[in-house]
């Protein structure tokens, strides 16, 4: 099993600021926060397990070396325990083994090989049945504990000692994820948490600022799992499906962007051939996006008005919901990231209400064509306020 750090030299996954933050505010978004440290999540590697067995039938199962380094800030306060955890946002998903497993004393560097039942074994012990082997540990200092095996999700607690207090430094864990077979693509959420002496919060409260990436699921070859980095900016597109006319407009908005260097995220692009969670597709467009596009239209100026049941053009109402929530937290960071765009045969009536049609920029496109998002264009790639971690 190759567990080379050169994987650690291709972008990084995503970064987890740990804040201090006022505790009346549920999450800090804002740079007000007191910077604790900083989980940097690096570059993964993921291996498909060649044989999975009968009982496993309909299902891929993945090998995931996971690897997150912790910086505390200079002068700040060491935590009593930290953690990290990751959700895989796929239905049907199961982290079925991880390590490390549960740790109460330190141990040393181990090599383990994945057995006929897709766990963990120490290799220096007889194994009947091993389908991958060399896989590497390094050394770990108590104690940790594991959490979530057996579901979607699995967390990881480091927790200080007298004798080991919690350091800055690199960490690596392995996941056995099984994976309904014929998904390609996994979302995962990154979170995590810390716990400082009580004494040394100064009435504030430890948060975080979780992230969000896309990881391929490969073949019989190994992927190593990276953020992909663009020249370009990246864009969540949020449209109501009034019509089949209304989508083909927003389709031909979307290419218009695109050839002119734009990463655009819109539901029109994602296969439809396996079951996906939505909202987790939505929340991770608009949080690793740079701009969120809000396309007018009846239906949207309805959303608006909270005009609709539950389940009419409940995609949209679950977008626009929460681009108010991030309204209300931090205006001043989401405002100029949220575009109305108004397009032709539409009117600046149909910009919902939160987005304020009449007192704030709105973009008017009156025909489908490059030189009409021109506008639109010289805001996105010229007023670029680049990402926000996500929830």
Not at 4 to 26: C, K, M, Q, Y
Not at 195 to 224: H, K, N, S, Y
Request: net charge negative.
């Amino acid at each position: 099993m190759n567990t080379s750090d050169e994987t650690n030299a291709l972008p990084r996954l995503g970064d987890i600021p740990l804040l201090l933050a006022a505790p009346e505010r549920r999450i800090d978004r804002t740079p007000s926060g007191v910077p604790i440290g900083l989980i940097t999540l690096q570059a993964w590697q993921v291996d498909s397990v060649p044989r999975v067995p009968a009982s496993f039938s309909g299902y891929a199962a993945y090998l995931i070396r996971v690897t997150y380094d912790l910086d505390i800030e200079p002068d700040a306060p060491m935590p009593r325990w930290f953690e990290v955890g990751f959700a895989f946002a796929c239905t049907g998903t199961t982290v079925h083994d991880a390590l490390p497993q549960d740790v109460d004393l330190r141990d040393e560097a181990r090599t383990y090989v994945l057995n006929g039942q897709l766990t963990f074994t120490r290799q220096d012990q007889r194994v009947a049945d091993p389908v991958m082997s060399d896989i590497q540990l390094p050394a770990v200092a108590p104690e940790i504990l594991v959490f979530g095996r057996g579901s979607p999700r699995v967390r990881w607690r480091h927790i200080g000692t007298a004798d080991a207090p919690i350091r800055s430094g690199s960490r690596t864990g392995w996941v056995v994820l099984l994976v309904p077979s014929g998904q390609r693509q996994i979302l995962v959420r990154a979170t995590a948490r810390f716990a400082l002496p009580a004494e040394q919060t100064e009435g504030l409260r430890e948060t975080d600022r979780p992230d969000a990436f896309t990881i391929d699921l490969p073949g019989r070859q190994p992927v190593t799992a990276h953020r992909a980095t663009t020249d370009g900016p990246r864009v969540f597109v949020s449209y109501a499906h009034d019509s089949d006319e209304h989508k083909k407009a927003v389709k031909t908005l979307c290419d218009l962007l695109k050839d002119a260097g734009v990463t655009v995220v819109v539901d029109q692009d994602e296969p439809h051939d396996v079951r996906r969670d939505w909202h987790d597709w939505m929340t991770t467009g608009i949080y690793r996006g740079d701009y969120v596009i809000v396309v007018a239209s009846a239906a949207y100026r309805s959303v608006g008005l909270s005009e609709l049941d539950d389940r009419t053009h409940s995609g949209v109402q679950a977008e626009y919901r929460f681009l108010m929530s991030m309204l209300r937290e931090s205006r001043s960071t989401w405002l100029p990231r949220i575009l109305p765009v108004v397009l032709p045969g539409h009117a600046v009536s149909e910009i919902p209400a939160g987005l304020q049609p009449y007192d704030a920029d709105h973009y008017i496109v009156l025909s489908l064509t490059a030189g009409d998002v021109a506008g639109l264009l010289r805001t996105i790639n010229h007023g670029r306020p680049g990402p926000t971690a996500p929830l």
